[in-house]
């Protein structure tokens, strides 16, 4: 049986982190809904409490039966979660005078207490809170302290349970990783077995027994989610996988023979389909973004569709889902800023039944299966790009000139990257065609032509994203080479806005 961690999620920002730290310390972890704890499930071996956005005094303020808790599970409280620990059992938490935010030393450790263990007076911690614990339940104690706040961490007599006032999740908390060490493999005595290679034995040997001899098809985007799920399937399942790869014209230059000829290595059963036609008929004309998504996905769905139909006898669809599309935690305070499933009606209009291999990994675990598959390095280490492909990078109608003009321009823009070395040191680039056209002057003649905007941000998950700092050199050669070589542009900028408030994407 699997041992694993239940972290509950109270809300917090932060609780994706928590558990792609613990899954750090080659340990199995699920993040659930503060109100949906397994009780029943015999491999929990600790919980830990998130963070959350409410204040214990909230009327809105989730809670959990922290009674059905204490005593029977190694807990972890952090930030909010200490707080409700304390609250709950007669402590007092009160709005702090000013909002902590941001870095702090403890200033007192209480070295002999197992959580701290090799954490000493000094260490940078990361606060972000807006209340704080003022008074400890009889029976607890401070085991450490910074100047601001008395009671940045306690411990509830002998039990096992603590709480910390900081977030230990984060980077900035140097010594987050040891106290997230202590209390999982420590205390809660994990044994550290979760890793790529025994996922994949693992994953391997279930979807033998799940799918026998049936048949399953997938969808291949060229991304790494989908190509990782495809390799595992065909480890599992051979000559029954059967995986499609849809051309809708707005891929990257050479996108589709590359990664067609990729895929091919990989020994993957793939039929490639051009259907740019179709595409580009039924986006004619369309320049709001949402319907460009709309339009996209359906006609997605009916391509594959019709391929899949001339396969006989398939019983499954696969799909590269990740755990983080899975959290349902996550849009317990959330809000849809995008559309971004663009395949989400396939399995109910295909009456198939859903096989996602991939839907308990963090990107990274999904990166070094993929490695531990003897994956090319080009497949894996790919920047994430948008379903809709192109078709969001064009503000307005798209046609197939556009998207030529736009290949182009991309191509020089992330060969660049690569020949400059700075590919792996940005999370995704591309380039935008504006719907702006602007004077510029080549040779003698006066030119009216258009705007391109080059986007490179650097981010962990996607989830939020800074304007990466590329070299004011690269961005000189770059801007030369687009203005010089592409045809019909005569101007680039680069989007310097992070997330948020602005989005990765432009549309
Ligand atoms: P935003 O623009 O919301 O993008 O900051 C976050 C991440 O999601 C990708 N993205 C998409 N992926 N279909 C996808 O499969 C979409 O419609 C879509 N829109 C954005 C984006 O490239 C970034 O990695």
């Not at 694993?4 to 609780?15: A, E, R, Y």
């Amino acid at each position: 049986m699997m041992e694993k961690i239940i972290i509950l999620d109270f809300g917090s920002q932060t609780t994706q982190l928590i558990g792609r730290r613990v899954r750090e310390l080659n340990t199995y972890c699920e993040i659930l809904p503060y109100n949906k704890m397994p009780y029943d499930d015999p491999s929990v071996i600790g919980v830990i409490l998130s963070g959350s956005p409410f204040s214990v005094y909230d009327e809105k303020a989730f809670r959990t039966e922290l009674d059905r808790l204490r005593g029977h599970y190694p807990l972890l409280g952090i930030c909010y979660g200490a707080q409700f620990m304390a609250y709950t059992y007669g402590g007092t938490v009160e709005p702090a005078n000013s909002r902590e935010y941001g870095r702090a030393h403890l200033s007192k450790v209480n070295e002999a207490d197992p959580l701290l263990r090799d954490i000493t007076p000094g260490a940078q911690v990361w606060m972000s809170h807006g209340d704080t614990i003022t008074s400890l339940p009889d029976g607890f104690s401070i085991i450490a302290s910074t100047d601001q706040v008395p009671v940045a961490a306690f411990r509830a007599g002998d039990e096992k349970m603590w709480g910390v006032q900081f977030h230990p999740e984060v980077y900035h908390s140097e010594c987050g990783m040891q106290l997230l060490r202590n209390f999982v493999v420590d205390i809660c005595g994990s044994r550290q077995s979760w890793s790529a290679a025994s996922f994949i034995e693992s994953t391997v040997a279930e979807l033998k027994a799940q799918l026998g001899n049936d048949k399953v098809v997938l969808g291949l985007s060229g991304g790494v989610d989908s190509s990782v799920a495809a390799v595992l399937l065909n480890k599992a399942i051979g000559k029954n996988l059967t995986c499609i790869f849809v051309d809708h014209g707005m891929l990257r230059k050479n996108e589709f023979a590359d990664v067609m000829r990729d895929y091919e290595g990989l020994g993957l059963n793939v039929i490639g389909v051009d259907a740019s036609p179709k595409f580009f008929a039924d986006l004619a004309g369309v320049t709001d973004p949402e319907q460009k998504r709309k339009i996209i996905g359906r006609d997605f769905i009916e391509v594959f569709d019709e391929e899949a139909r001339k396969l006989t006898d398939v019983k499954w669809l696969g799909q590269g889902t990740i755990y983080p599309d899975c959290i349902e935690s996550l849009s317990i305070t959330g809000t849809t800023i995008k559309s971004h499933h663009n395949v989400g009606g396939l399995p109910e209009k295909m009456h198939l039944k859903l096989c996602e291999p991939l839907r308990l990994l963090f990107k990274d675990e999904v990166r070094a299966v993929g490695r531990e598959l003897g994956m090319p390095e080009r497949l894996i280490t790919r920047h994430p790009f948008p379903g809709p492909g192109l078709a969001v990078r064009i503000l307005g109608d798209i046609t197939p000139e556009k998207v030529a003009v736009l290949q182009e321009a991309d191509h020089i823009f992330i060969q660049g990257l690569r020949d400059w070395g700075l590919y792996d040191q940005v999370w995704q680039a591309g380039v935008i065609l504006l719907p702006v056209q602007s004077v510029g002057v080549m040779g003698d003649e006066r030119t009216y032509e258009r705007a391109v905007a080059l986007r490179a941000v650097t981010s962990t998950d996607a989830m939020t994203a800074d304007w990466a700092r590329l070299p004011y050199d690269f961005l000189a050669e770059v801007s030369n080479k687009i203005i010089n070589k592409v045809r019909g542009v005569n101007r680039v900028t680069y989007d310097i806005s992070s997330k948020p408030p602005a989005t990765i994407e432009w549309e």
